[in-house]
């Protein structure tokens, strides 16, 4: 009896010992463990991109095992990234290891993503909105949602998953759309007050866009990597075309039926026909990353992340007019505009560069480096402002003088990361992000710096204004600056002053009419009905001649 107790307990303590070093064996971290605990929220289960990009192998192809713990450890810069510096080299190199596994090949074809669709029963409400030129939306990233905003007031707020930026508008103003890096589409009816359904275009998603008679809605893929057209008001996709590279983005012109995109590890710029939906691709002499199209739909402005200049060409025939060597890759997509002393200028900040740069157009220059004391990731302006307003990955504003470029700092929350600063359409309120899951929506007067609304947001980051995020009325923003800087003596936008207001000009004057008074007032005056003339002759460019046409026209209906 005694024998088979104590082979019982020693049996038992043998089984004990073996459990216990299965245990430290198999429960250790794997590094899959840690990439599900670290990196999973944004980067997906399956390292398909969420909120962030895809880590699957074919994307990381180009990185060094080094150069990814590096990332891992001490983040991107210019990236909304965080930095896993509590992690041991042991644990990261578990990461990298995994990083490096095979994936399966992932498909997402037509019928995939019309099984997609799901279709919400919300109740229709009425957002009261009075003007929508100044309604902006906002993305409230660390709470997956959209809110809704006119002026100081919050419309609306709704929930979308893993939403991360890149909202698009339809120009009548009454419905947006919702991307998110996962590959789903929103649509939300601002008519309604509702998000009316969601569609997913793929696994990985890198923007989406609308033709100017926004009868399509394109978005395009990094995985798989294509094209997805979708008609815009069914959400019904009509047809993926496949892409041998990464996309680097699309957009859309307003002034003819076409769209752009290029590859971003290609030397290859494509021209889609937003009618006949015909792809067409052309060569470059080296690929573009970021890039934007100028405010008159003349040129297109690029760089690469590994190069170390900035390049235009000319959008019709693709020859380069201009380059520039700079450090660090110019954040285009950041880009701001303005107008001053009859010239045109854009900035950008810079990766990983504690500088921004700003350039003349037209004239392509660069004029000025200003040092804004650290890497942000926006730079921001309006006619309304004096300044350039710009984030410099702290707790500072940076205010950029646009007349002498000198620098003054503000301090919106202490301690608090301040990005990204909107405008309303009017440009009389400033929209400010703190980007901090305790964080805040502020609403300031542009002109005073004066708070008027502090609203609690977790994680607050894109802000889109109607008129400030389509490159269609650029135009008018440069033609409200023209007005200040040479019609305010005499003209007032919507009352009588010395000359007439310019809602009365344009409800009476047709296009030429106008045009003819601006330039040549003493042999037009008669024809329009006046007894004499007192109004000089300008002598404009076309571009500021369109812009100021542009920002009368505005009022025909205010």
């Known amino acids: 009896m005694r024998s088979v107790l104590f082979f019982f ?3 038992s303590w043998l089984f004990g010992q073996m459990v216990h070093e299965l245990e430290a064996r ?24 969420v909120s962030a990009p895809p880590l699957l192998p074919q994307f990381l192809r180009h990185k060094s095992d080094k150069e990814l713990a590096h990332i891992i450890k001490h983040s991107l810069p210019q990236t909304l990234m965080p930095k896993f510096d509590f992690l041991s080299d042991e644990e990261i190199e578990k990461i990298v290891k995994y990083l490096r596994s095979p994936a399966g090949t992932i498909h997402w074809s037509a019928d995939d993503i019309q099984k997609s669709l799901k279709k919400f029963d919300n109740p229709k409400k009425d957002l009261g909105i009075k003007n929508i030129e100044n309604v902006t939306l906002v993305v409230e990233r660390g709470a997956d949602r959209v809110w809704v905003m006119e002026d100081e007031r919050v419309l609306d707020r709704f929930g979308f998953k893993n939403v991360h930026g890149g909202l698009k508008y339809t120009l009548d103003g009454k419905n947006f759309y919702v991307p998110t890096r996962d590959g789903w589409i929103g649509h939300y009816s601002l008519a309604n007050g509702r998000l009316e359904e969601k569609i997913r275009a793929c696994i990985n998603l890198r923007n989406i866009s609308l033709s100017r008679d926004t009868k399509y809605l394109f978005a395009t893929c990094l995985l798989p990597q294509m094209v997805v057209v979708f008609e815009r008001k069914t959400l019904k996709p009509i047809r993926l075309y496949p892409v041998n590279g990464k996309i680097s983005a699309l957009y ?31 060569k470059l002499d080296r690929s573009i990353e970021d890039f934007f199209i100028d405010p008159f ?15 235009v060409y ?36 810079h990766l990983g560069k504690p500088y921004i740069t700003i350039w003349q157009m037209y004239d392509w220059k660069l004029v000025k480096k200003i040092d804004v004391g650290g890497d942000g990731f926006f730079v921001k302006t309006h006619p309304q402002s004096d300044y350039l307003w710009v984030d410099n990955g702290s707790d500072q504003l940076v205010l950029v003088d646009k007349e002498r470029y ?15 600063t909107e405008f309303s359409g009017d440009g009389k309120l400033a929209y400010l992000s703190i980007y901090e899951p305790d964080g805040d929506l502020l609403v300031w007067q542009t002109d005073t710096f004066k708070e008027l609304k502090d609203y609690p947001a977790n994680v607050p980051v894109g802000k889109y204004n109607f008129i400030n995020k389509n490159r269609k009325f650029y135009p008018r923003l440069f033609g409200l600056s023209i007005f200040k800087e040479k019609c305010w003596g005499c003209h007032h936008q919507t009352a009588m002053a010395f000359g007439p207001p310019f809602a009365q000009i344009a409800k009476k004057r047709n296009e030429g009419e106008i045009i003819a008074q601006i330039l040549d007032p003493e042999h037009t005056y008669k024809m329009l009905g006046y007894r004499r003339n007192s109004m000089p002759a300008f002598k404009l460019s076309p571009k500021e001649l369109r812009s100021i046409v542009d920002y009368i026209k505005s009022f025909k209906d205010k």
Not at 302 to 307: E, L, Q
Not at 333 to 347: E, L, P, Q, V
Request: hydrophobic fraction near 30%; proline fraction near 5%.
């Open 26 to 49: 198999f429960l250790e971290p794997t590094g899959y463990d840690l990439y599900f605990k670290y990196c999973s929220m944004c980067h997906g289960k399956e390292r398909q991109g």
């Open 314 to 349: 000319e959008l019709d025939s693709l020859k380069e007019v201009f380059h520039a060597p700079i450090e660090g890759m110019p954040h285009l997509f950041s880009a701001t505009y303005w107008y001053k002393d009859g010239k045109f200028y854009f900035a950008t900040p």
């Open 9 to 11: 307990l020693i049996t």
């Open 297 to 311: 739909e003349e040129y297109i402005i690029g760089t690469t992340r590994h190069g170390k200049d900035l390049r």
């Open 252 to 282: 859309e012109l307003y002034s003819q039926d076409k769209a752009l995109f290029t590859l971003r590890n290609k030397p290859l710029l494509y021209t889609v026909d937003t009618k006949t939906l015909q792809f067409h691709s052309q």
């Open 406 to 420: 000198r620098i003054k700092k503000l301090v919106p929350r202490k301690g608090k990361r301040y990005i990204h």
